[in-house]
């Protein structure tokens, strides 16, 4: 299974990698209490005590995982820390940081619900690419394991980015459903076709993890850019038959301006971590060849 | 302090669905949620939706089949009112454009589901949930409704009149994730709770690591009775490895289960010569843990789901994602080999008693979806009978929390009409114990003060918070919540699990008070005000223990097996004696017991209970 040199796999005394503080001028009172640093000393120990354990029983995964934290005086300074996590057959990217969370260092910070990639929380920067924690066999994965929190979103702390301008985004395209009108009885649905289901199945899967937005040099250089996860909520409904020709018109309007489709260079980073499958770039090529179509009809 | 009409704690489908029936009553609404709305854990509900849509169906065959599966443990006029209101729903998130499966002529999909008598279940692929939850987003967008999100609710505002009865609640008490700020949320006309089950008490489950109960604790300790929570329900497909559920779509597209003898049991066996596989859930869980208990199991663990011969195409039409989890999580391909599956902690059917508007008996105080229980599902959940429930109670504890003017309530809340009481034979003493008025020990529920104004109780529990929150990080030594919690989760899963007997039962109560006076022990690790997910879990953990404990105390004073319940010392359903629901009340740190009665007589007949064979 192991795709690594074994003897990386044992090298407790290099858990945590650097270490700090000699001087803990906390500034708050309640901060000053809390007594950080003899916590973080605790940690370590423990880790030590475990990764010397761990490295007895069995085989383990070794991560490095980014840590800051903007009020705690020794995680002021981003760092990576080292774990040894002991590994089981199965075990994903999550399983071992929650391993390495209620074992070794309880306050590791990320975002986790479902554990089985639906709820969208927990996608990293793991070894390079975007992905769900929760989806990712770290048996898959060459050691060191690398993990980061998403690029180009502001880290709140540790793997935790702050997904404001994300959601931002997304509801700057009108992401909900907006036909002309629905039918006149309560118990009366609207008709869609099968093929019409299917064509925008894909686009219904979307999770908002961000993995897509994260990983688009455009979005990283644009602020503006509405990115591949509005643009595929936009296809969504664009590409919905129940909706109007009106509202269609109006969704175009907004895929087309300065910041939208038209900025896509079709790099297909966002497609390849797409952790639900879902053909974005194609989306976002449809929309400019409908927006294309729909100008033509003016002239 | 902030200040809305109406306050809703958790936006899964039922929060969703009760803040946008709020506001179309007038109503200005806020959501209070720990998660952002999509991460909620309706999303990863797969099989579907029952509603009664076609002319074939009835909503009284919806009711019938409810009521029968539910062991005639629900109440009538809370099932009665799912059915009815059931279609009207389905259609309204069609309506809102949610992606349903589509039959040729354009209408959306229905398929069978176990225990119906009807294909009445209308779903989207095998991620129905996923859909429902981001389609009534997109609507609380749409609207423009306030949400307060990584906000994470610590305590309800409730005052303290003797009798619960008599108590109203005035908001809640949050923290800010992201800051650490602690605020109280004024609601001047209602707090709907809509978040979530217990799942985490367990530790196979399905359920996502959030799922902590967080809104039946907090109603629980503000005096709220918690009804019927021994009835918990095993998925009988779940991955072993994870807990990860596979639908019941399978079984309903025609999936079968076999031993590690290649034997079709639920047939070949006689646990259900009728349905087979389509069983209800809980005689499902029972045959396959009987195969694996006589030795029928495969690596003596789990049995087979097979749904090959069902072939690629339809597979990947209305199953594909089970496809993908069966993957991702288990390493299987389910087009070329069959699934291992075994029972996994699903669903809670009891919770925070309501009626059938969501209306608690503290006034003021609502709960909808699986952190309540209306009576909708009694003692066993049919599949599909979950995300009507979250739609059609959340709009109408939506409605009623903004005054719209609704038909009065035929089920009665609280120690109030006919009612016994009863005495709890536990091995340990229950409830809080510790040192009272020990903010860490009753979760900061002394805050209240009387009748005083409702600014003043608020201002009073923002207090008790902080100062619990302030003793949880300033302690200087202590275990980890982690510890308590994997104890609390052992033990329920050893021996309050498919099937219970006293002596676990009574164990699982000795382990659970160890739990507790190791609770009084924990320390947070973290000292930050950033971001503090150990600080939440630590106080999540508090709301576990409340809740395994009274999960314990049902199963062992139920003796009788009625539907999820399955008792060694009485293996039969009795009732004589048990045609009631199980009630039990904080009391202030030393749990209550009673008993109320099932309601049978629904609108225009009354349900006999009957023999329930599949």
Known sequence: MSTHPPQQEQEPEESPTEQPPESVEETSPGKQKRETDKADRRIREAQREADEAAADDGPTRHIKVFRYDPEVESKQEPRFDDFHVPFEKGMTVLDALIYARDNYDPSLTFRHSCRQAICGSDAFFVNGDQCLGCKTQISELSEPVRIEPLPHQDVVKDLVVDMEHFYDEMKAVDPYFDPDETPAGDLEEQRQSRQNREKVKMSTRCIWCGACFSSCNIAAGDNQYLGPAALNKAYRFAMDEREGSERKQQRLETIEQEHGVWRCQTQFSCTNVCPKDIPLTEHIQELKREAVKNNLKFW | ?614
């Open chain 2, 1 to 614: 302090m902030y200040e809305h009409d109406v306050i809703v704690v958790g936006a899964g489908g039922a929060g969703l669905r009760a803040a946008i029936a709020a506001q179309e009553a007038g109503a200005d609404v806020a959501m209070v949620t720990k998660l952002h709305p999509v991460r909620s854990h309706t999303g990863a509900a797969e099989g579907g939706i029952n509603a009664a849509l076609r002319e074939a169906d009835s909503w009284q065959d919806h009711a019938y089949d409810t009521m029968k599966g539910s062991d005639y443990l629900g109440d009538a006029p809370a099932i009665e009112t799912l059915c009815k209101d059931s279609p009207y729903e389905v259609i309204q998130l069609e309506h809102w454009g949610m992606a349903f499966s589509r039959e040729e002529d354009g209408r959306v999909s229905q398929r069978p589901f176990g225990g119906l008598s009807f294909p009445r279940t209308t779903y989207a692929g095998a991620e129905t949930g996923h859909h429902l939850l981001h389609t009534l987003y997109e609507q609380v967008v749409k609207r423009g409704i306030e949400v307060y999100d990584e906000w994470h609710v610590l305590d309800l505002a409730v005052s303290d009149e003797e009798r619960p009865e008599d108590r109203t609640c005035h908001g809640v008490v949050a923290y800010d994730v992201a800051t650490g700020e602690i605020s109280g949320f004024k609601a001047r006309d209602g707090v709907i709770l809509a978040t979530g089950g217990p799942g985490q008490a367990f530790d196979h489950t399905t359920n996502a690591v959030s799922c902590t109960g967080d809104g039946q604790a907090m109603a629980y300790r503000a005096g709220v009775p918690l009804e019927d929570m021994e009835f918990i329900q095993f998925h009988p497909t779940t991955l072993p490895s994870t807990g990860v559920l596979i639908s019941e779509g399978v079984r309903g597209e025609g999936g079968i289960l076999y031993n590690a003898e290649g034997e079709r049991f639920m047939f070949e066996h006689g646990y259900a010569n009728n349905d087979g596989e389509l069983a209800s859930r809980d005689v499902v869980s029972r045959a396959e843990l009987t195969e694996v208990n006589e030795g029928r199991g495969i690596e003596d663990e789990y049995v087979h789901l097979d749904m090959r011969h069902l072939g690629e195409e339809r597979i990947l039409d209305r199953l594909e994602n089970i496809l993908h989890l069966a993957e991702d999580f288990e390493g299987t391909d389910g087009i070329k080999e069959p699934m291992p599956v075994k029972p996994g902690q699903h669903y809670a059917m009891g919770g925070i008693e309501t009626d059938e508007n969501g209306e608690t008996c503290i006034t003021g105080l609502y709960a909808a979806g699986e952190c309540a229980c209306a009576s909708v599902h009694g003692a066993n959940r049919l599949g599909g009978n979950a995300l009507p429930e979250l739609i059609v109670l959340g709009k109408r504890a939506g409605y009623h929390a903004a005054g719209k003017e609704m038909e009065p309530a035929k089920i009665e809340t609280g120690q109030r009409g006919e009612y016994e009481t009863a005495t709890i034979d536990s091995p340990v003493e229950l409830g809080e114990g510790g040192t009272p008025g020990d903010a860490v020990a009753d979760g900061g529920a002394v805050a209240a003060g009387g009748s005083a104004d409702p600014d003043t109780l608020l201002e009073q529990a923002v207090a008790a918070e902080r100062r619990r929150i302030e003793e949880l990080l300033d302690k200087d030594e202590g275990i980890h919540h982690s510890e308590v919690r994997s104890k609390v989760q052992k033990t329920m899963t050893q021996n309050v699990n498919v099937f219970r007997e006293q002596e676990g039962l009574k164990q699982a109560l000795r382990d659970l008070r160890d739990a507790r006076d190791e609770y009084q022990n924990v320390k947070v690790m973290d000292p930050s005000q950033t971001f503090n997910t150990d600080l939440l879990q630590t106080i999540e953990t508090q709301n576990l223990l409340d809740l395994a404990e009274a999960i314990t105390v049902g199963a062992l004073a139920r003796k009788e097996f009625r539907g999820a319940h399955w008792r060694a010392e009485a293996q039969e359903r009795k009732d004589d004696e048990w045609l009631k629901h199980t009630m039990l009340s904080w009391n202030d740190g030393s749990p209550e017991l009673w008993f109320r009665p099932v309601i049978l007589e629904g609108e225009n007949k009354t349900y006999e209970p009957k023999v329930r064979s599949y």
